[in-house]
Structures are given as structure tokens and as C-alpha cells.
């Protein structure tokens, strides 16, 4: 039976529901036409309507089953396994009428087991004790069958026939069933595979927009600096060797920016970058921004316990601290202070100043991009600091300090950025 085009929309419980419904029509259909041959060919004496009853009551069953599978409701595990519990009541109520275990159609209990343990594994000994005892039943419990118009050899003959017809039929139903769900399992792991690529894909697209977003940010301070000292300098005047090393710095530290940024471009996952040992790299940061922010003071505090994890050194991680730090020395050139601290698995970093720190009511919006509490800013800091601290699994918070000021503590976990040993 062909697959709907749409099977791959649907979950594994409505795959299963539809292939059982195609099932029960093969077996239910073979059930009536063995009921007509034994009737009509062989001439047994049957009862007939409450087997006729059963085969219709289960047609009308599979047809409300077919309606429902129109429905945008989804379709769960447990009422798959009523389906196939209505299966095992209609399978023994048909062999109770057609003599119990004697009748060599018995063996399509396993029907409903085998579909049961390759579909619903957590329900399987349910079905097991259900389907034992249904079988354990029909030994004591039935209606015999009649014996042929024949001799009592042909009577067994056609036992035996019957034996090998209902295995057949067992073997090959099962068989066509977990060849189907096979497939759909290799169908649904491309899929999740698909997924998984999918995904990596887009967060290569959000680390680059992250990567790039920051480094416009960062710019901001060279160019800052820069044009306030070109405001300054007149067309007729000398330029002081000071503002023009100043310049030189800050174009230097522009070309670094857009450097690194070309650089991380092809690279911005944590896993192509370089290996450094953490207190290494935090050392390194605090330099360069210090570098670019010579006029601030800073008091820097790094310590950690135990051996120094290496971690990979993930350009936006650097750029969403440093940041921080100009948010920080931006409001409170003369008292910033870094204090950083570490474990094997997590690192906690904390930014403070002395600035007029946040009201209240917006300490809520901080982080929320185009909201700033400077006049000229376009609070991308804070908004990139926490996307990039998300991304890597890590959590951003901000806190007024007593006195006046702001602390901002990031906790990164380091499992995202931790080399193996």
C-alpha cells in the first residue's frame, strides 16, 4: 500500500495507525473469505452472524479510524494500542465462533504482538499478557467446529492446510510491517538529520549577524575618539604628536576590528577557533580594551580554582565583554572593576562602576535592543552581550550596587567552549 505524500508531516503513532488500518482490511477480508470457503466449499455448519457482526462492526470502526486521520488532532501512542486491542477482541471473539485454539488461524495473535513490540516497546507485555490470555481462554472456551462432509483424514488435511495458511499469512504480515516502519525509521532519521544541519546552519547565520552587529558596536569607540579629536583640530594648525599617535591607534584598532571580523567570517563556531587557556584569554581581552581605553581605570581581578580549563576563544564571547566594559567605563571612566572567577565548568564575571545605575523600572528592559539608558547610545551592547551569552548557554544579569553604580555578572557555562583533554 503506497504512503501518503504527506506521511512525512505526520508522527509515528498516525504512520502506524494508517498501516494498521491497511492491515486489519488484508486480514479481515482473508478472515471472511476462509469463512465463505468453509461454509460454501467444505460444507461446515458455522454460525454465522456473530462473526458477520464482529467483520462489520470492525469495518465500521477502521472507517471512523480513516475520518479521524483527516483531522488535525494528533494521534497518540495509547490510541494506537486500543486499536490494536480492538484487533485482539474482534480476532478472539471470530475464533470463538470458529473453534477456539483448535482453529488453525490462531497464530495471528501474533499479529498484533509484533506490531505492538516495534511500535509501542513500553506497552509490549502488556499485549503479551493480554494476547496469552485471550489464547489460554479459547482452550477451555469455545464453539468446535463441525466436521466436514468427508473422512476423517481430509478433516485433518485441511487442519494442517490451515495451519500453514495462517502462518503464511502471520509471517508475511508482520514481515511487510516491519519493513514499512524500518523505512519509516530511516525516513524519520534523515529527516531529524536534515533538521540538525539545518539548524547548524542558522546559527552559523546568527553567530556571523551577532559577530557582525558587535563589531559595529565596537567601532563606535575608535571612531568616537577619533572624531572628537579631528573636531579639534584646525585646517591652519599643526596636528600635536599626541593626537596624531592617538589617531594612528584608533585607525589601527579600526583595521583590527574589521580584521577580525573577516577573519571569524568562515569560522564563527567556538569549534574553529583557537585554543587558549582561560585566564590567558581573559588577560588577553582586558589588554586590548585597555589598549583602546587608556584614559579609564580599571581594577582587574582574575582567579580561578583548580587547574586552568582551556576554552576556545569564540570572538563574539570577547565581543559582547568588552562590551560591558565600555558600557561600564563609558558612565564611570575612573572606577570600573573586573572580577573574574572560575571553576572546571563554569565561569562568573563581573563588571561594576560607579555610574548613576539603572531606575528601576527599566532595569527589566536592559538588554532589549534599541533601548539605552545613555543619550547616544542604541543599547546593541547589552543586546548583543545577552544573545551571545544565550547562544553559548550562559546567563546575563544586572543589579544596582549600594552607593550607586552597576553590577553586571556573567555566568557562562564552559561546556560550549571547553577543549577536550
Not at 491497511?22 to 461454509?39: C, D, E, K
Not at 585597555?290 to 582587574?300: E, L, S
Request: charged share 15%.
Amino acid at each position: 500500500m503506497t504512503e501518503p505524500a504527506d506521511s512525512g508531516l505526520q508522527n509515528s503513532a498516525a504512520i502506524n495507525l494508517r498501516r494498521l488500518l491497511a492491515l486489519r482490511v488484508i486480514v479481515f477480508a482473508g478472515l471472511l473469505l476462509t469463512l465463505w470457503f468453509a461454509v460454501v466449499r467444505l460444507g461446515l455448519s458455522l454460525p454465522l452472524a456473530p462473526p458477520l457482526a464482529v467483520l462489520a462492526t470492525m469495518l465500521a470502526i477502521s472507517l471512523a479510524s480513516l475520518w479521524r486521520l483527516t483531522r488535525p488532532w494528533p494521534v497518540r501512542d495509547a490510541e494506537l494500542f486500543v486499536q490494536l486491542l480492538a484487533d485482539v477482541t474482534a480476532l478472539t471473539v471470530l475464533l470463538y465462533f470458529t473453534g477456539g485454539s483448535t482453529n488453525p488461524f490462531i497464530t495471528l495473535y501474533l499479529l498484533p504482538l509484533a506490531i505492538t513490540a516495534a511500535a509501542l516497546p513500553v506497552r509490549v507485555w502488556w499485549m503479551a499478557g493480554i494476547t496469552i490470555a485471550c489464547y489460554a481462554a479459547l482452550l477451555v472456551w469455545h464453539v468446535p467446529l463441525p466436521h466436514a462432509e468427508h473422512s476423517h483424514d481430509t478433516d485433518f488435511s485441511v487442519h494442517v492446510f490451515g495451519m500453514w495458511l495462517g502462518f503464511v499469512a502471520s509471517a508475511a504480515l508482520i514481515a511487510s510491517f516491519s519493513v514499512r516502519m524500518n523505512a519509516t525509521l530511516r525516513a524519520r532519521d534523515h529527516m531529524l538529520a536534515e533538521l540538525r544541519e539545518q539548524a547548524l546552519r542558522q546559527e552559523r547565520i546568527v553567530a556571523i549577524g551577532t559577530l557582525a552587529a558587535g563589531a559595529a558596536h565596537e567601532l563606535g569607540t575608535p571612531l568616537s575618539t577619533m572624531a572628537v579629536l579631528v573636531k579639534d583640530i584646525q585646517p591652519d594648525e599643526t596636528v600635536a604628536a599626541g593626537k596624531l599617535e592617538i589617531l594612528r591607534a584608533q585607525i589601527a584598532r579600526c583595521k583590527e576590528i574589521l580584521g577580525s571580523l573577516s577573519a571569524a567570517a568562515g569560522q564563527v563556531r567556538a569549534e574553529s577557533g583557537q585554543s587558549r587557556p582561560l585566564n590567558s584569554f581573559l588577560e588577553e581581552l582586558v589588554r586590548r580594551w585597555q589598549a583602546t581605553r587608556p584614559d579609564i581605570n580599571v581594577r582587574t581581578r582574575l582567579a580561578g580554582q583548580g587547574p586552568t580549563p582551556r576554552i576556545v576563544a569564540e570572538q563574539t564571547l570577547a565581543q559582547a565583554i568588552t562590551n560591558i566594559l565600555n558600557n561600564a567605563a563609558d558612565v564611570s571612566p575612573q572606577d570600573v572593576e573586573l572580577d573574574g572567577r572560575w571553576t572546571a565548568d563554569t565561569l562568573v564575571l563581573e563588571i561594576a562602576d560607579r555610574g548613576p545605575g539603572f531606575e528601576p523600572e527599566l532595569v527589566h528592559k536592559a538588554g532589549e535592543p534599541f533601548h539605552s539608558t545613555k543619550s547616544e547610545g542604541l543599547g546593541l551592547g547589552l543586546f548583543l552581550a545577552y544573545t551571545t551569552l544565550n547562544r553559548l548557554g550562559g546567563d546575563v544579569r544586572l543589579m544596582n550596587r549600594d552607593g550607586g553604580g552597576v553590577l553586571c555578572r556573567l555566568t557562562l557555562p564552559l561546556a560550549a567552549l571547553r577543549v577536550p583533554d
